[in-house]
T-cell receptor
Framework: NAGVMQNPRHLVRRRGQEARLRCSPMKGHSHVYWYRQLPEEGLKFMVYLQKENIIDESGMPKERFSAEFPKEGPSILRIQQVVRGDSAAYFC????????????FGQGTRLTVV | GQNIDQPTEMTATEGAIVQINCTYQTSGFNGLFWYQQHAGEAPTFLSYNVLDGLEEKGRFSSFLSRSKGYSYLLLKELQMKDSASYLCAKVGREYGNKLVFGAGTILRVKS
């Protein structure tokens, strides 16, 4: 049973380009959570999704950021017109249902905006 | 509020025992997670406490007091590889059933 898979592991984008980060949850998990982590800081919640539904996007910036979790395929975090301040590690976690047991994280995508 | 408080840094000696505390606001609380994160890596699940008391898993134990809004992670027989950041996170319906993290405690193990 593969763990949470994120790709790419590292992504370099020039200012103004788009970044697409992918997360495949563990098999049997239907809940996905995206977090952002700046160097030497804690994990900041961004968005919580179930299949085809956004449950909570209270941590997402209002502009340029969007997320989806389609019926088929991975969850996608999309950042349009990236700026230097978007450089961070983006982690996703998945759980089988509403969080009451355990939640596992992927290896993260490290986005660098140059 | 969703405040979760942990010490910023701790230092301990190889072979010793260290306790990392975490306090949180109790409203809507359902459970508490502990994760270990090495620099540049993903958080690794350590424990999840729902009920009061101590749960032991090898060298690591986690304690919860729901009424006091308090948890701790106990690491025994410290090894150099235990040098990492330790994150506590709470979950509960009031915060939308997602993990809400503290800032983490950086543990440095010295020989």
């Amino acid at each position: 049973n593969a763990g949470v898979m994120q790709n790419p592991r590292h992504l370099v984008r020039r200012r103004g380009q788009e970044a697409r980060l992918r997360c495949s949850p563990m098999k049997g998990h239907s809940h996905v959570y995206w977090y952002r982590q700046l160097p030497e800081e804690g994990l900041k919640f961004m968005v919580y999704l179930q299949k085809e539904n956004i449950i909570d996007e209270s941590g997402m910036p209002k502009e340029r950021f969007s997320a989806e979790f389609p019926k088929e395929g991975p969850s996608i975090l999309r950042i349009q017109q990236v700026v230097r301040g978007d450089s961070a590690a983006y982690f996703c976690a998945s759980s089988p249902q509403v969080l009451n047991t355990e939640a596992f994280f992927g290896q993260g995508t490290r986005l660098t905006v140059v | 509020g969703q405040n979760i408080d942990q010490p910023t840094e701790m230092t301990a000696t190889e072979g010793a025992i260290v306790q990392i505390n975490c306090t949180y606001q109790t409203s809507g609380f359902n459970g508490l997670f502990w994760y270990q994160q090495h620099a540049g890596e993903a958080p690794t699940f350590l424990s999840y406490n729902v009920l009061d008391g101590l749960e032991e898993k090898g060298r690591f134990s986690s304690f919860l007091s729901r009424s006091k809004g308090y948890s701790y992670l106990l690491l025994k027989e410290l090894q150099m590889k235990d040098s990492a950041s330790y994150l506590c996170a709470k979950v509960g319906r009031e915060y939308g059933n997602k993990l809400v993290f503290g800032a983490g405690t950086i543990l440095r193990v010295k020989s």
